[in-house]
């Protein structure tokens, strides 16, 4: 016999004495090894019956834009955007930018559907370091969404008024030099 959690989200119809409020989390590190730590627990709410979108804004390489989301499982979808690499540089050729665009269009879309309760949102701080999607769209994305859903920003570079806003920072860093 399995047990499942029944976890509310905007289209449940559990009722609970105190309204839900997602938070914004952010994890970032100057070098890049966190993201199995995020997507660990992507994983985990998505098994317990919780909507789950990652989207890996600077990622690329495997043809995969919003159009094709990878679905692991039935409860959490992965998308990247949709180039043939990986994006190193703010310098960007006008069929990269508008890909990222239509990345970060999509992105806002189905949160603003509140088709998700938790949203990963993978290196958009290089993005935006970058100068590639405003900080200030980011701002006004995170006070318009839904009061529910759960943000989580990863990445270097992350703004400060990324941190600001933040519920929960986690800083990694190596303990020992190697």
């Not at 094709?68 to 039935?74: A, E, M, N, S």
Request: a negative charge; aromatic letters at 6%.
């Amino acid at each position: 016999m399995v047990a499942q959690l029944e976890t509310p989200s905007a289209n449940s119809s559990l009722s609970l004495p105190y309204p839900i409020e997602g938070l914004v989390q952010v994890f970032t590190s100057s070098h890049r090894n966190f993201f199995t730590s995020v997507m660990g627990q992507a994983l985990r709410i998505a098994g317990q019956g919780t909507p789950v979108l990652i989207v890996q804004f600077l990622k690329g390489g495997i043809k995969q834009g919003q159009d094709r989301p990878i679905q692991l499982g039935q409860n959490l979808d992965w998308i990247r955007c949709d180039l043939p690499r990986c994006i190193d540089t703010p310098h960007l050729d006008e069929s990269e930018n508008q890909a990222l665009q239509k990345l970060w269009l999509h992105t806002q879309q189905v949160v603003d559907e509140d088709k998700y309760s938790l949203v990963v949102l993978d290196e958009l701080s290089l993005a935006i370091h970058f100068g590639l999607i405003p900080e200030s769209d980011v701002l006004a994305f995170l006070a318009k969404r839904s009061p529910h859903v759960d943000i989580i920003f990863t990445g270097t570079e992350m703004p400060q008024s990324i941190l600001d806003v933040a519920d929960q920072i986690t800083e990694i860093r190596r303990s020992h030099c190697p």
